[in-house]
């Protein structure tokens, strides 16, 4: 089943307020740029929020399907494989951002594989949706739906901004680049 998302609201400084012990999380009040009943999808940094607070809002908001962001995830420090396939999925993760390989911040070509694979293989918890991101263009479509296949979500944000009074526009050329791939 495709799920189309164009708009995914980065809370973690939202959230921050509300991460006090015994005191449940919940999103700014109506009104303001995002609720809960506007919103099915959000993104985070569980590595600036804490591995266990990430777990608790999963745990506490089964309805919503949360994006793990790896700012600051130690790119360096920690297996990519380890961290994003396993310790994100693990603790509820339902999509993984991570470095897409010929980007700013890129992987290798095999690293981003890996993880992308590793995302989606079966283990004891359910698989997440790898999402390469960084570097991306609306020319890169093809080859990145090449590479990683039709399980994947493609994250550009960067070169869309770019685009300024023409990010509608753009945004509609993206998406309808992807729905029109026929995969070789």
């Not at 012990?21 to 985070?44: F, I, K, Q, R």
């Not at 694979?117 to 739906?145: F, N, S």
């Not at 944000?157 to 992807?178: N, S, Y």
Request: glycine share 10%; charged share 15%.
């Amino acid at each position: 089943m495709a799920v189309e998302v164009s708009s995914v609201p980065d809370t973690t400084a939202s959230l921050a307020p509300s991460l006090r012990p015994n005191e449940s999380l919940s999103l700014p009040a109506s009104g303001s740029m995002m609720t809960w009943t506007s919103w099915y999808a959000v993104m985070v940094q569980p590595m600036i929020m804490g591995l266990s607070n990430f777990a608790k809002l999963v745990r506490e908001n089964l309805g919503i399907a949360f994006f793990a962001h790896p700012t600051l995830a130690g790119a360096a420090r920690i297996s990519p494989r380890l961290l994003f396939g396993k310790i994100f999925r693990m603790l509820g993760a339902d999509a993984l951002v991570f470095p897409n390989h010929g980007g700013r911040f890129g992987y290798s070509p095999d690293t981003c594989r890996d993880l992308a694979q590793t995302a989606l293989a079966e283990w004891w918890c359910k698989p997440a949706v790898p999402v390469p991101a960084g570097g991306m263009t609306i020319d890169r479509v093809g080859e990145m739906l090449d590479f990683y296949g039709a399980d994947v979500m493609l994250l550009i944000g960067g070169a869309l901004l770019q685009a300024r009074e023409r990010l509608t526009q753009e945004t509609a050329a993206f998406v309808a680049k992807v729905k029109g791939y026929r995969y070789g």
